[in-house]
């Protein structure tokens, strides 16, 4: 086990990490910022349908899961760009795969809320 904070003070800081996080996201990231945009109208289109409690949750769920891979893509992104402008076809591949997984989850949502207003 790794020595350092515990308790309280790790979860403290832990929560001022992930703001940390969300700031440099929103600050950097352009598709985040329009992902999360959609994820605010989304929510609130969400809370106007005439949908059950549980439908309402799974059209919520699946644009959160957008913003959460986004900002996964975004880290895989700036770990890659970290090591440098050099082209390598591993570096290539790990920002293709991210993008490749936020487009699954944009077409999830899709799917989810087609599915359920049609």
């Known amino acids: 086990m790794k020595p350092g904070k515990t308790g309280v003070r790790r979860i403290i800081d832990a929560t001022g990490y992930s703001m940390k996080g969300l700031k440099a996201a929103w600050i950097n990231e352009a598709a985040f910022r329009q992902e999360l ?7 609130v289109i969400a809370f106007l ?3 059950t409690t549980l439908e309402r949750t799974v059209l919520i769920a699946s644009v959160v899961l957008v913003v959460i891979v986004e900002l996964i893509n975004s880290a895989i992104e700036a770990v890659v ?3 440098g402008g050099e082209l390598h076809e591993l570096s290539g591949r790990a ?22 207003l049609f």
């Open 37 to 43: 945009m959609l994820t605010v109208v989304a929510v």
């Open 49 to 51: 349908l005439p949908v």
């Open 81 to 83: 760009d970290r090591f």
């Open 95 to 116: 920002k293709d795969i991210g993008s490749a997984a936020v487009f699954v989850s944009l077409c999830l949502a899709g799917y989810v809320w087609l599915s359920i």
